[in-house]
Every structure is written in structure tokens, then in C-alpha cells.
């Protein structure tokens, strides 16, 4: 009970400030990563971004070695938002950290092919997008010409400015053909 009292006021300080932890378990093993979550007695953290479960019987203690900022890199519990694109006729769901699209993209599809396409951005802090990456995971088309006019598309979006945030921001833009 005493470990869990402790856990629970440490993982509420952690939140707060989304530090670096080291999870020291029983058989001496120690997890370097970001606690996220403790429920119903499962400590959830990630370790170089990557999802691991430990039951807080195996847990010894926690320790908070520095603050780490948010990075820029795409999380997954980011919510997805959605807008029409600049003739109407697409919907384009989007998921970027701390980010609203102001300015959506310029859709056209000279063919009859469809599907959707997943397109990885770059956002910079004033909003511009610097890179692009079709194809990524969770797309349904390997069509050249759909990849290509996304790419193109999504080079167009712009974003509100974010002056103290990351440098780079990584999110995804959907754009179903």
C-alpha cells in the first residue's frame, strides 16, 4: 500500500511535468523511459517510444532523472481532426500535436482511381510545412499519381504558428480519393 501511495503522488508529478523516469523493478532491471499511466495497478511506459506494461507489484521505485519537452514527434493519442478541402469537395482528416490547419489543401483527381492516402508533415513553428511522405502506414493505394498529388497537395497546407513550441512537429494528413 505504501508503494502505491508513493507511485501514485510521483506519476502525479509526472504528469505535470512529463519528465524522464527510471522504473527500478524487483529483479533489478531498470526501464529508462516516460511513465504515462497507472491504472488498476499496470504502470504504463514508453521506452524509446514503444509501449510497455509493468504490474506495480514489480515495481520497487521510480526515480525522475530530468525534463524532457515535448519533441515534435507524432503521438499516437493525438486527436484527429477533420476539414474540407480548398474546392469543398474532399474531407481531409489530419492529426498534429498542439496544431489547427488554417489553410487546407488544394485537391484534384484528373482520374477515376480512389483511395486513401497517408501523408507524413513536417510542420516548423510558423505553420509552413517543410517535408512530406505519402505512403505511409494506414494508406490503401500504391497509386503513383494519388501518392504524388498528395505530396503535392499537403506542401500547400499551412498551419497556425506555434512560437514556443518544437522546432519541427511530425503529424499525418488523410486525404481519401
Known amino acids: ?18 519528465a524522464q523516469h527510471s522504473v527500478v523493478l524487483k529483479t533489478g532491471d531498470k526501464l529508462q523511459g516516460v511513465v504515462m499511466e497507472l491504472q488498476d ?42 476539414i474540407k ?26 482520374t477515376q482511381k480512389k483511395g486513401e492516402v497517408v501523408v507524413e508533415v513536417i510542420v516548423n513553428r510558423a505553420g509552413t510545412v517543410l517535408k512530406t511522405k505519402a505512403g505511409i502506414t494506414g494508406s490503401t493505394t500504391s497509386d503513383e499519381y494519388l501518392l504524388t498529388k498528395a505530396e503535392f497537395a499537403c506542401m500547400g ?10 522546432l519541427e512537429t511530425v503529424g499525418t494528413v488523410i486525404i481519401r480519393y
Open 157 to 166: 497546407i499551412k498551419f497556425n504558428e506555434h512560437m514556443t513550441g518544437p
Open 85 to 110: 478541402s480548398a474546392d469543398g469537395n474532399y474531407t481531409v482528416e489530419y492529426k498534429i500535436k498542439d496544431r489547427k490547419m488554417i489553410q487546407a489543401p488544394r485537391l484534384s483527381n484528373a
Open 41 to 82: 495497478d499496470v504502470l504504463t511506459v514508453f521506452v524509446n517510444r514503444e509501449k510497455k506494461t509493468v504490474y506495480l507489484r514489480d515495481v520497487t521505485s521510480i526515480f525522475f532523472d530530468e525534463y524532457v519537452p515535448y519533441d515534435g514527434q507524432f503521438m499516437d493519442e493525438t486527436p484527429s481532426q477533420t
Open 1 to 18: 500500500m505504501k508503494v502505491f501511495a508513493i507511485a501514485s503522488l510521483l506519476l502525479g508529478f509526472a504528469f505535470s511535468s512529463q
